[in-house]
């Protein structure tokens, strides 16, 4: 049985640009009624607009996720005119690179609050009533580079690591009690954290051919999304590699994705 979005509450953070704006988006189309969660007010406000513009619904609410009591505070506004929340999408994150000369502790620590602990503060602001309840649908945005370490993006990667693997322990522990949960791990999206960015970016994809993509994925409750197939394979034979060649062909340039 496939899943409808169609009068679901849908909370999707990160939504402000990119691919969150644009999961939103291709959501609302299908009937889902949209609560956004991002820093940027003045791009919350115009999605919110353009949405209700072809006809959706759409609401929205200020928080920095790495904050817990912002990320609290905005899902109780979008509940008190959403209702119960039906669908989590914890899209928020950044792809900071990172350096070991100096040392980038700041830069982990922000990876971590921002991808990991920005994930746990959004579950743990719905959670609960789907639990009481029985129903609800959990839903990470993580990445390919969660399988493998990079140089450059150690952070990063396990940042995104961290969250395949609690996602996973929670699909496993949630699975007998109503809830789906679900992990997508794209490749490179055309987004502000790849554009610019003078390295390698194989296959990459527009923000509304990957959300089509991830949303077909959600419709069929898949456990696991990971894609484009083309650089899932890469990445999986990366996972195999040898640490010498991982090095020869790691980007020189450091900047970001």
């Keep these: 049985m496939t899943y409808s979005f169609d009068q679901k509450a849908i909370i999707v953070t990160g939504a402000a640009g990119g691919l969150g704006a644009e ?26 607009e353009r949405i209700k513009v072809a006809g959706g619904e759409a609401h929205f609410a200020l928080a920095d996720v790495s904050d817990r009591g912002q990320v609290s505070g905005a899902i109780e506004q979008l509940r008190d005119r959403l209702g119960q929340v039906d669908m989590l999408i914890a899209n928020a994150g950044v792809g900071d690179p990172d350096s070991l000369a100096p040392f ?6 922000r990876l971590m609050r921002v991808n990991w602990f920005g994930l746990i503060y959004a579950i743990e602001s719905v959670l609960p009533e789907m639990m009481e309840r029985g129903d609800g649908y959990l839903v ?40 789906d949960v679900t992990t997508l791990c794209p490749g490179f999206i055309r987004t502000a954290m790849t ?38 394979v890469m990445t999986r034979l990366g996972q195999v590699m040898p640490d010498w060649v991982i090095r020869r062909m790691a980007p020189r340039d450091r900047s970001g994705t």
Excluded at 32 to 48: A, C, H, I, K, P
Excluded at 104 to 109: G, L, N
Aim: glycine share 10%; net charge positive; aromatic share 10%.
């Design 23 to 48: 999961l939103a988006t291709q959501l609302a189309a299908q009937g889902g009624r949209l609560g956004l969660v991002s820093r940027r007010e003045d791009r919350l406000r115009e999605l919110t």
């Design 104 to 109: 980038a502790t700041d830069t982990f620590e």
């Design 140 to 179: 990470a945005v993580s990445s390919l580079r969660a399988y493998r370490g990079l140089p450059g993006f150690a952070g990063y990667g396990a940042s995104k690591a961290a969250i395949n693997k609690f996602m996973e322990g929670l699909r496993v522990e949630l699975s007998e009690q109503g809830i």
């Design 195 to 232: 554009e610019g960015k003078d390295f390698p970016k194989p296959w990459m994809m527009e923000p509304e051919v990957a959300a089509r993509r991830m949303i077909r994925a959600l419709t069929r409750k898949r456990k696991v999304y990971n894609f484009p197939w083309q650089l899932t």
